[in-house]
């Protein structure tokens, strides 16, 4: 028996010490802690080396394809945003002026990549060009001209779309023309030349996977709907894959964006390891699997569906033998709703209390009898948008469930949610308890405390102002004060709705992108 303990003990000592010497180089498509700090601190936890560039490197794709290069011998895998490389990143993506052959030069060099690191895992992940409902007049998001034409533009591109899905009929062949003639000529001409040398580029970056150049390829449609210029694209994209025969295992268009961070680094542990995780997907009552939610077009059963190919697992039908099992919070109507998203923000009447917390009651105690089975759970909370369902995380706190999860996630839009839990969720058996509970406490703080106590307060009392929504947008000269208010808020929510853990004590809420809709949790000094 001794013998059998020293060699399973030195049987763990070498997976450990196999997992610590694996190196992982990560180009995110953005600096934002949910693009960039929150996926590296779950893989981290695990023992590998996460190597990622300058954060000034990030909008200049020669220095980044230098970096990669002069890293990539020693690297077992690589996760990069090819918006990044090819753009300079995700929002440089949607308005830059590069020319066909400049990014044509650019895609070629994945080839070179490949044609040097023969053996590198390389996971890559890219958007097609979002096509918003409407414009904010100094959204740097998006060109100039979408502030003030953005809603025309969208329902242009929608009309275009339906036209060749289906039929206009008088109305809308009316509006579609008084849309062409509203719409200055040059401003069409930006837009659609720009989209069309990105979607060329993006097929290349098909062709690659397809001819094993990257082992897998994550095309994300951001701020989508199912009727614009997006899922056109989308459309025309799929048939192309169709045409190659590529497998979902290698390259996907997916509903989404932020999350593929989380996702493709988790396919990469998981492939380094040799391991196919088993989950399990459990929905909330209704509609669930076939919500349709704000931002997306198409269900979401399929999104996690392909979310669980896309982070290197299988579905399970039996909960029991799960590697992770799922729970996800959807309204039952299938509804979305952007309470937290609003200057000043709404609130919910009486009513919709009443309904959100009878939901709530119910699915709170599934979740209750999976974690008494001890099954290894998860919470994807997508009934709104940029924020928890407060009545669930309540029951969910009430219930003493809240540390007892192993991943939760209830940021921005669904497939946002479901993608970054599904990754984290998938590894989160691997890491002890101490380290998950920091995780989950930094899901917590930014989902449920910034989102839906500190952002709508703050929103509240900017409202007051009228320079307030300029404020909200970029905070400019008020940072200061907004980052003391922030703070108190937010402690104020920890010690109502969390435990006195030990590291809340150094717990600091900052702004990186100097504006209201994401935070940065840190403990002690540290990005968490």
Request: charged share 25%; with cysteine; glycine share 6%.
């Amino acid at each position: 028996m001794k013998k059998f303990l020293t060699l399973l003990i030195a049987l763990m000592m070498m997976s450990a010490s196999a997992d610590a010497a694996q190196k992982i180089l990560f180009i995110p498509h953005d600096d934002r802690p949910v693009s960039r700090q929150q996926p590296i601190d779950v893989v981290e936890t695990l023992g590998y080396e996460i190597l990622t560039p300058p954060t000034e490197f990030l909008t200049q794709p020669e220095k980044l394809w230098q970096w990669l290069d002069e890293n990539a011998p020693s690297a077992n895998a690589a996760v990069v945003a090819s918006d990044a490389l090819l753009y300079g990143g995700l929002i440089p993506s949607r308005s830059h002026n590069i020319s066909a052959e400049e990014l044509q030069a650019r895609v070629e060099m994945f080839k070179s990549l490949r044609e040097k690191n023969p053996r590198l895992q390389l996971y890559a992940f890219g958007s097609l060009m979002r096509t918003p409902r409407f414009g904010t007049p100094g959204d740097r998001e998006e060109p100039d001209y979408y502030g003030e034409y953005g809603t025309d533009i969208f329902q242009y591109t929608a009309l275009i779309d339906k036209q060749e899905i289906s039929k206009l009929n008088g109305a809308e062949k009316n509006s579609l023309d008084a849309l062409h003639k509203k719409i200055p000529a040059e401003i069409l001409s930006d837009y659609f030349a720009r989209r069309e040398k990105n979607f060329n580029a993006t097929k290349q970056l098909i062709d690659f996977a397809n001819a094993d150049i990257i082992n897998c390829l994550i095309i994300g449609r951001d701020d989508n709907a199912p009727l614009s210029q997006t899922h056109r694209e989308n459309r025309q994209l799929l048939a192309y894959m169709a045409k190659l025969d590529v497998p979902k295992t290698k390259a996907q268009s997916h509903a989404g964006i932020d999350e593929y961070a989380m996702l493709l680094l988790a396919r990469a542990v998981n492939d380094l390891r040799g391991v196919t995780p088993k989950v399990h997907v459990k929905f909330n009552r209704g509609v669930g699997e076939k919500t349709v939610p704000a931002y997306s077009d198409e269900m979401l059963g399929q999104s996690v569906r392909d979310e669980i190919l896309l982070a290197g697992g299988k579905f399970e039908t039996d909960p029991a033998r799960a590697d992770f099992v799922l729970f996800i919070n959807t309204d039952p109507k299938g509804k979305t709703l952007d309470t937290h998203n609003s200057l000043p923000p709404q609130t919910l009447t009486e009513r919709q209390q009443r309904h959100y917390l009878r939901n709530a009651k119910k699915f709170s105690s599934l979740i209750e009898d999976a974690v008494k089975k001890d099954l290894p759970v998860g919470v994807a909370d997508v009934t709104f948008a940029n924020g928890s369902d407060v009545a669930l995380m309540n029951q969910l706190r009430d219930k003493n469930l809240l540390f007892r999860l192993h991943a939760y996630a209830g940021w921005n839009t669904a497939t946002n949610t479901t993608g970054f839990v599904m990754g984290a969720g998938i590894l989160s058996r691997d890491i002890n308890r101490y380290t998950r509970s920091k995780l989950l406490a930094t899901r917590y703080l930014d989902d449920w405390g910034y989102q839906t106590f500190v952002r709508p307060q703050i929103a509240a009392e900017l409202s007051k102002r009228p320079d307030g929504l300029k404020i909200y947008l970029n905070f400019g000269e008020h940072e200061p004060a907004i980052a003391v208010r922030e703070n108190e808020l937010i402690r104020l929510f920890a010690e109502k709705n969390l435990p006195p853990l030990e590291f809340l004590q150094g717990l600091k809420l900052t702004n990186p992108w100097h504006r209201m809709f994401e935070c940065s949790i840190n403990f002690d000094g540290e990005n968490s």
